[in-house]
């Protein structure tokens, strides 16, 4: 039995999530929903694990990496990071649309009289940038608010940050960094630990998504799955190319990439799977003081999956009522869908709350969205995993453009604000 477990241990473990993956779909179809139940603890108990570790390596891993950098290079890279999240979620519409007219999913289906669906209503653009401000600091980690984590990470990591640098308290603020440097350390041994029950987790999740949807229900809408996995591949491709560009090795990034992606895939959750997330950026050797900060805020509003799934929607949605969609509500889908995908991100329901906010400004039943619901789960999985390989694209690829201010020091902001 120990030799096994150690077997297990020296495993790689993308090799472990991918036999967990497999394994469970076989599960799944076969045990059906019974399959289902039993493993369900299982699944649970990961995505309860990952977000226990969510709070301390976001609050330690950007204090961390603000103190090691400087305020004029954060501000730089928020707007790379701003102008980048925008760019990939405008083309990832555009996408999703293209894809969509191409297969036209949706035709020949007949939207059922008195069909409704349930939609959480949408918070708008100001209540969900006035939550990046909490109200209490507490709460903020207990209903795991990422924004306003993020938030307090910033202002007590540059407070810090400030506080190194004064002449009457450097030596206090050195004492603090070092603090929280050894809390984030034992933050990253606690994840390591952590990690090891990431397949078990996987397959559990896995296997219960595959014995509730079942063989019937891929099958009833298995264009629409099929169009949207086409756009997402697409929109992988654009990844690549924007990564060649810039640089940035595709043999490695995915070598380290493939892990949380996989765990995003079964998980369904990018703030879950930021842990890994985090892991996978620090192994290719991106600096944190970019990582700790691209990461957390990608998690929350860059959801370029979300937006693919956003236009599949609107054309499916345009071919059941029969109205094809023109150029100029295809172009109002991908202006709107943009703002709406990074508007509502983090809220319960976004993906509803994006699609219906999207279908009502351009005159598309939100009845329709009832079609979708059976699919939810296989959709939520693939936009879940480009969400998370989309962060760390953009961390990837500004990280690069970053290499030649790489020599910048930690105190360098003091001196800039003065010049």
């Not at 603000?66 to 290079?73: E, H, K, T, Y």
């Amino acid at each position: 039995m120990r030799s096994l477990f150690q077997g297990y241990l020296n495993t790689s473990l993308i090799l472990r999530v991918s036999i967990a993956l497999v394994l469970g779909v076989a599960v799944g179809m076969i045990g059906g929903q019974q399959a289902a139940d039993w493993l369900a603890p299982f699944g649970d108990l990961l995505l309860r694990l990952l977000k226990f570790l969510i709070v301390p390596i976001v609050l330690f891993t950007l204090m961390v990496g603000i103190n090691q950098a400087n305020l004029g290079s954060m501000g730089r890279v928020g707007r790379k990071l701003f102008g980048f999240y925008v760019l990939t979620t405008a083309l990832a519409i555009v996408v999703g649309l293209a894809v969509a007219s191409l297969f036209k999913p949706g035709s020949g289906m007949v939207l059922n009289e008195g069909t409704k669906v349930a939609v959480p209503d949408n918070p708008g653009i100001a209540s969900v940038l006035l939550s990046i401000v909490p109200d209490n600091i507490f709460t903020a980690f207990t209903e795991l608010n990422l924004l306003g984590i993020i938030f307090i990470a910033i202002v007590f990591g540059i407070a810090l940050l400030k506080l190194r640098e004064s002449e009457a308290h450097s030596e206090l603020g050195e004492h603090l960094y070092k603090v929280v440097e050894a809390l984030n350390e034992i933050t990253l041994k606690v994840m390591t630990g952590v990690l090891q029950y990431v397949p078990v987790g996987v397959f559990a999740i896995v296997a219960k998504t595959a014995g509730e949807q079942g063989v019937a229900t891929i099958l009833a809408l298995g264009d629409m799955v099929m169009v949207l996995y086409i756009a997402l591949a697409v929109h992988l491709v654009v990844y690549c190319l924007l990564m060649r560009v810039s640089g940035v090795r595709l043999r490695e990034f995915f070598r380290e990439a493939r892990t949380p992606m996989a765990t995003a895939f079964a998980t369904q959750s990018s703030s879950g799977t930021l842990p890994l997330t985090l892991d996978a950026a620090r192994r290719l050797g991106i600096p944190k003081r970019i990582y700790g900060f691209s990461l957390p805020l990608g998690a929350t509003i860059n959801m370029d999956g979300a937006a693919i799934r956003i236009a599949i929607s609107a054309v499916f949605a345009a071919n059941v009522v029969g109205i094809p969609l023109d150029l100029m509500t295809m172009a109002e889908i991908v202006l709107i869908g943009t703002l709406t995908s990074i508007g509502t991100a983090g809220v319960p329901g976004a993906g509803i709350v994006m699609i219906a906010t999207v279908f009502a400004q351009v005159g598309l039943p939100i009845e329709t969205v009832a079609l979708l619901v059976s699919i939810d789960a296989l959709v939520g999985m693939g936009a879940t995993g480009l969400n998370v390989t989309g962060d760390l694209v953009a961390t990837a690829v500004i990280a690069r453009s970053e290499r030649k201010y790489a020599q910048e020091p930690a105190g360098a902001s003091a001196q800039a604000q003065t010049e």
